[in-house]
């Protein structure tokens, strides 16, 4: 009896310094980057076009992949599915999976490719996701998660975080939300982005998760009031650069979705609003022409131009044109052997427009 006291007693104080020792390296990990506004993953979204994009917009706020499946990472065409270009960064990647082991693997590589974070999806409620026992399933699993986080930290020397729900389902917030970041954090993680909405795998579809559920930020800030030494990051909402700094009081940063995608104009300002550094573009235009360099290289190596224009067809949202830019991209980009041309006479129409309205 008194060998097993004392061997439940060191085991106990290796789990505690090894946490400890996990919680200095997340610390000096997260120094490196500035996540204040970061643009999130979406399923069919965020692909490397898309952040390709994105960044001619902002240079400083933070990338995220859509989520890789740690299998299809593991065993599938990986260059088509984490490649990236290196303008890019900073980038991170999101894996989705449950099996640590598996997850681990897919950390060694996706750290080999060069990524900037690695962040675990215990959020998403997708139908695909939720019969793969993971995403916002991992939700009612906050052990499972903490084996998951560890073993990903053990796989790479990158900041190993977790975008999570409040809860899901019958949870209730105030405790699965609260349990989770306690097991994860005990486990070395020390940043987490919140979408301030529980996640129903019953009775809502993916979209509907994405609106009905109701919004509680006042939760999120009061965990990082509560656990002060993490970084929280707001996420869920936000409609807009300006409503996400509004939001941001008391927290670490904001991570916008659709507002970024749908109106990516918004990330125009980011740079300056928030980090006090010069924009990178003051026009579109100018997006455009430095953009067009990157489609022609994609182009010429058998990219359709569709898939890359597609993610800029709301750029002229409220402005002047920008029913005729997203009639000819939808139209012509996916024509084969489309090419500049289609993206020349786009400008040309809200160039047009832009001159009658003035």
């Known amino acids: 009896m008194a060998f097993d006291a004392f061997l439940s007693a060191w085991r106990q104080c290796r789990f505690e310094a090894d946490a400890a020792a996990r919680y200095v390296a997340g610390m000096s990990h997260q120094q490196t980057l500035d996540r ?52 890019e960064h900073p980038v991170a990647i999101q894996l989705g999976g449950s099996i640590p082991e598996e997850l681990a693997e897919a950390t060694r590589m996706a750290t080999a490719y060069g990524y900037d974070e690695i962040n675990l999806n215990v959020g998403c409620p997708s139908d695909r996701v939720q019969s793969g026992k993971f995403g916002a399933c991992l939700m009612a699993e906050p052990e499972l998660v903490a084996d998951c986080v560890s073993a990903m930290q053990d796989a790479t020397n990158l900041p190993v975080t977790v975008k999570c729900r409040i809860g899901v389902d019958d949870q209730d917030p105030e405790i699965a939300l609260f349990e989770l970041v306690r097991l994860v954090a005990a486990a070395g993680v020390t940043s987490f982005t919140v979408h301030a909405r529980k996640a129903w795998l019953q009775g809502l579809s993916p979209k509907d998760n994405r609106s009905i559920p109701p919004l509680d930020y006042d939760l999120v800030r009061r965990l990082k009031r ?56 003051s026009t579109r235009m100018e997006a455009l022409e430095i953009y067009r360099d990157y489609i022609s290289d994609h182009l010429d190596s058998g990219t359709r131009l569709h898939s890359i224009t597609r993610h800029i067809l709301g750029l002229f949202h409220g402005v002047p044109g920008a029913r005729q830019w997203r009639r000819i991209l939808s139209e012509q980009a996916n024509k084969p052997g489309a090419g500049l041309d289609v993206l020349d006479e786009a400008i040309a129409a809200v160039t047009n427009e832009e001159r009658v309205a003035s």
């Open 36 to 87: 204040r506004v970061s643009v999130a993953p979406m399923m069919d979204w965020t692909d490397r076009h898309c952040r390709a994009f994105h960044r001619v917009l902002s240079r400083h706020a933070l990338l995220y992949t859509e989520m890789a499946v740690d299998k299809a990472v593991i065993r599938g065409d990986t260059p088509r599915l984490i490649g990236f270009d290196a303008r």
């Open 226 to 281: 509560e656990r002060p030494e993490l970084e929280i990051i707001l996420n869920g909402g936000l409609d807009s650069l300006a409503h996400g700094v509004e939001e941001m009081q008391g927290l670490d940063g904001i991570m916008l979705g659709r507002a970024a995608y749908h109106t990516p104009w918004t990330l125009a300002r980011v740079d300056s609003s928030v980090y006090g550094k010069a924009d990178p573009v």
